[in-house]
């Protein structure tokens, strides 16, 4: 496949079949983010892998929001069929201890205030990203979502060390025939005019 159709093909699927990803395949969508740039080369980041039931019911049992009804056959029961989860950490002390090393001391970097965005989470989701075009391009569906609760629970089922913080989790499994697009779709794409200002930012007319 080659980019320009992995770009256009990539959405969020929500609904998988029960078939299991081939470990070589998740290697290969791993190997992606690897691959993803980051400030002064720190990658800062780092990825826990769930394949299988056992597994994954134990990352939704830790990330459920109180309440959550889980009828059978939902859209909720669909999502939760995915063979694979992958939860990206950005690690922000190995961009401070990467920034106190000689080749960098002098730009104050060390300090998390010095920052003026955090790069930790910003590189962490170009390698989801990455991830996410991967798994296109491996045949696979793939959906990215946010965790609500911060993660405290999963840190704790999973022995997570202090210091990482998830920036959501990627379900990755081969698409169902009967995965749905979501309805936000209907509000189509917007234009490059609109986003697009080149030279000076131009006002609406």
Do not use: C, N
């Not at 056992?54 to 830790?62: G, I």
């Not at 955090?118 to 979502?145: H, K, N, Q, R, V």
């Amino acid at each position: 496949m080659d980019f320009e159709e992995v770009v256009r093909r990539r959405r969020m699927v929500r609904s998988y079949t029960e078939d299991p990803v081939p470990r070589p395949v998740v290697d290969r969508v791993l190997d992606a983010g690897l691959r993803a740039p980051s400030a002064g080369f720190s990658q800062g980041w780092a990825f826990l892998v769930l394949e299988g039931a056992d597994q994954t019911a134990l990352f939704w049992r830790a990330t459920e929001r109180p309440g959550t009804v889980v009828e059978p056959g939902g859209r909720l029961d669909r999502q939760r069929r995915a063979p694979v989860i992958i939860v990206p950490f950005a690690h922000k002390e190995a961009y401070l201890k990467r920034y106190a090393e000689p080749d960098k001391a002098g730009l104050g970097l060390e300090r998390e205030e010095a920052w003026p965005v955090p790069f930790w989470e910003i590189d962490t989701a170009f390698a989801t990203m990455s991830m996410l075009l991967a798994a296109i391009d491996a045949g696979l569906g793939a959906l990215f979502f946010g965790l609500f609760d911060g993660g405290d629970r999963l840190r704790t089922v999973f022995g997570v060390p202090d210091g990482y913080q998830p920036i959501g989790a990627i379900s990755i499994g081969w698409p169902a025939s009967d995965d749905p697009r979501s309805p936000s779709l209907a509000r189509g794409w917007r234009d490059r005019q609109s986003v697009v200002h080149y030279g000076m930012w131009r006002r609406p007319t």
